[in-house]
């Protein structure tokens, strides 16, 4: 009956620990893979860098398209640091990045909404 009783409390804590596993990138990686990224690559080899960039939005323009790829990393952190994609029980925390692409070409990545708040007189004066 104990050995029954230990199995049990393994395949919980087990379970429990897979419930708390990583969804994002790990920081270290996702910087490593950065270095090889640049203003003015074009997203086919951004998607060969980071294949699990996810698709945020796209606007079609005049002269082009502006899309909009999201990629998140996470790391541990022993004290809260006002993320609020902070996982309490386990410490670990995620960063969103936004990777803007103009034409297939990357012009500008950050936190999500770094954008200007007026990005349609950006665009249409650059395009010019």
């Known amino acids: 009956m104990k050995e029954l009783f230990r199995a049990v409390a393994v395949t919980i804590v087990i379970s429990a620990l897979a419930g708390c596993a990583s969804g994002g990138l790990d ?3 996702y910087y490593e ?3 090889g ?4 690559v074009e997203k086919n080899d951004f998607l060969q860098t980071f294949p ?3 698709p945020r939005g796209a606007r079609q323009y005049p002269n082009g398209t502006v899309e ?3 990629l998140s990393y996470e790391y541990y952190a022993f004290m809260p640091t006002g993320n609020t994609n902070r996982n309490e029980i386990t410490g670990m925390e995620a960063q969103l990045q936004w ?3 103009y034409n297939d070409t990357l012009i500008q990545y950050g936190n999500p909404n770094d954008w200007p ?5 950006i665009i249409e004066s650059r395009a010019r």
């Open 37 to 40: 990224i640049s203003l003015g």
């Open 27 to 29: 920081r270290d990686e």
């Open 117 to 121: 708040q007026n990005p349609d007189i």
């Open 33 to 35: 893979r950065l270095r």
């Open 52 to 54: 699990e960039a996810i």
């Open 68 to 70: 909009v790829m999201e």
């Open 99 to 101: 990777f803007y692409f």
